[in-house]
């Protein structure tokens, strides 16, 4: 599975941690960057894993910046996506199976890599539910 992932400055580390456990996994990370320390815009890249999110080149999508709040709110921005800034194991089961979110915002000032790693494979291993829930997700998406 194409997995996107971005972040800021902030996350950069995570962001290599991360790549390398996805690859250990067996999903494929496209890295949207940024690629390196240096201060950069959250948005930017928040965008760039919505639109590939979107566009169908990757099924699902990962972004982290300090809070994991701001990366999510512009991945969420984007038509189609629904992103979710998660820290705990519970929300990134129940938003996959409820919400069928698309997207998962991690905060690399708030977790450490192992909860991360946790966090980040629940994310890509859980189904959507469907049943119920479809309805209520389609219901989400008819907001603008
Ligand atoms: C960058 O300074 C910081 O604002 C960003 O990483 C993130 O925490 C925003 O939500």
Redesign the pocket.
């Known amino acids: 599975m194409r997995v996107a992932i971005g972040n800021?400055h902030?996350g950069y580390n995570l962001k290599l941690g991360l790549i390398e456990s996805m690859k250990e996994w067996g999903f494929e990370p496209v890295d949207f960057g940024c690629d390196s320390t240096q201060s950069v815009d959250?948005p930017v890249y928040g965008e760039k894993v919505g639109r590939a999110v979107a566009s169908g080149d990757c099924k699902l999508g990962i972004v982290i910046?300090?809070?994991g709040?701001?990366?999510s709110l512009a991945a969420d921005r984007v038509p189609g996506v629904r992103a979710i800034c998660c820290s705990d194991e519970y929300t990134a089961e129940y938003t996959r199976r409820h919400n069928n979110t698309t997207v998962l915002g991690i905060g690399a000032r708030v977790v450490t890599l192992e909860r991360a790693q946790r966090l980040v494979k629940i994310f890509l291993t859980t189904p959507f539910e469907g049943g119920r829930h479809a309805r209520r997700v389609a219901m989400l998406d008819d907001i603008h």
């Open positions: 800021d902030l959250y910046c300090g809070t709040a701001g990366i």
